[in-house]
């Protein structure tokens, strides 16, 4: 190991808490604080530079981060509203996959650019609007907890379209492959549902009985690269393994209390910092300002693909006037997913560098701009109507 590569770490890693905090305290997600520290250090300043060890400790990062997207997906608290939201959320995907499918391929005149930008712009950030809506004390009003129910949807539908990508740039899409991946996705749930937790649940009871005071965490995260290991290897996309191990344990007793808190120190304090901030590093500033259209055109297609489908269907279950638009402008930030998919098709050389910059600025402001937005349609009044 090069010793300089220490120093990196611990640039990156100061810069982008420190950033982060400071995006916290604008009443801004740290994700934007911790991307633009990646921009400042990398192609701003150039005192963080890319490298292979910088590169798998951001890997790491993806794959606890989606971990703890699947920790935090519970189909009980989905039940409510899982058929309504699951229709909203597919239709509001299939949306965002038409625009950024045909961005791609009219305005890039690219079939694979129009598959990549398509499945990009799928995802919906759960924890963004969960977390404004918890700061205004909105988040237990029945339209919150659809929202919720809509964005965990949208985030199965966009680990899906993960793997999909994932075996299209590897060349091994068929529609066999396509059927298995979506059979044994849906296997696993619904073992999950079943049997599955019961029996994750009694092996964490087993180890939590043992002496060592960091078993509850050490075992998750074995079965966590485990699983990753193992998904990549029979043909499903190694994060798809990841958020799958997070359902697995979502439904234990030791969850919410123990493994989501320990994973969260190691991840957010370290691991996941890392991966935002090293996902800016290898942006292209200056052919970036020559693709400002190209940021345009795909902020308007991320911002009115979600707005417009997710207010159709929303109206047509009976949410009207402010409801409809917290619905509406809920499903409007990307965060997470959109960073790392793009990430996974840069990697793989599906993307330039800079369409991928253009993915990551987009990102940036439909975060920036979902704050705002739930300000407005917030201080409006109207509900649920049946």
């Known amino acids: 190991m090069e010793i300089g590569v220490l120093l990196d770490i611990a640039i990156l890693l100061f810069v982008a808490k ?49 971990f703890l997207i699947g920790l935090s997906t519970r ?27 045909a961005i791609g391929l009219f305005a890039l005149g690219s079939f694979d650019t129009g598959v990549f930008l398509g499945i990009a712009l799928m995802g919906t950030s759960t924890a963004i609007p969960v977390k404004i809506l918890l700061d205004r004390g909105e988040f237990h009003t029945k339209v919150s907890q659809f929202l919720v129910t809509a964005s965990m949807a949208d985030d199965i539908i966009t680990i899906l379209g993960l793997s999909f990508l994932a075996s299209y740039f590897a ?35 087993f180890v939590q009985r043992l002496k060592d005071e960091q078993i509850l965490l050490s075992i998750p995260l074995a079965i966590v690269f485990a699983v990753t290991f193992f998904a990549e290897n029979i043909g499903i996309a190694a994060l798809v393994g990841a958020f799958l191990a997070g359902m697995l344990m979502s439904r234990s007793a030791f969850a919410d209390t123990v493994i989501a808190p320990k994973v969260r120190t190691i991840g957010y304090g370290f691991f996941v910092p890392i991966f935002f901030a090293y996902s800016a590093i290898v942006i292209d500033i200056g052919l970036l300002a020559e693709y400002w259209w190209l940021i345009g055109i795909l902020t308007a297609a991320a911002i009115l693909t979600k707005v417009i489908s997710s207010s159709i269907v929303a109206e ?32 793989m050389g599906a993307i330039t560098n800079q369409i991928y910059g ?11 701009i979902t704050p705002i937005l739930f300000s407005i349609v917030l201080s409006d009044h109207g509900g649920y109507k049946r």
């Not at 305290?25 to 520290?37: F, I, N, P, Q, T």
């Not at 189909?75 to 625009?99: N, R």
């Not at 068929?174 to 619904?190: D, P």
């Open 316 to 347: 047509w279950i009976g949410f009207r006037n402010r409801d409809r638009n917290v619905i509406a402008v809920g499903m409007i930030p990307r965060g997470e997913c959109g960073i790392v998919i793009s990430q996974i098709a840069l990697t």
């Open 358 to 368: 253009s993915m990551i600025v987009l990102i940036l402001i439909t975060v920036i």
């Open 171 to 205: 060349g091994t899409t068929s529609v066999w492959s396509s059927f298995q991946l979506l059979f044994v996705i849906l296997g696993f749930i619904l073992v999950v549902v079943t049997v599955g937790a019961k029996f994750v649940d009694r092996i964490l009871s």
């Open 75 to 101: 189909f009980d608290s989905m039940k409510g509203h899982i058929y309504k939201g699951s229709i909203l959320a597919i239709i509001a995907c299939a949306a965002s996959l038409v625009g950024g499918f």
């Open 18 to 66: 420190m950033f982060g905090e400071i995006a916290e305290r604008l009443k801004v997600d740290s994700l934007v604080g911790e991307v633009l520290a990646g921009i400042v250090l990398g192609p701003v300043l150039f005192i963080v530079k890319p490298s292979a060890l910088l590169g798998d400790i951001s890997q790491i990062g993806i794959i606890l981060l989606v």
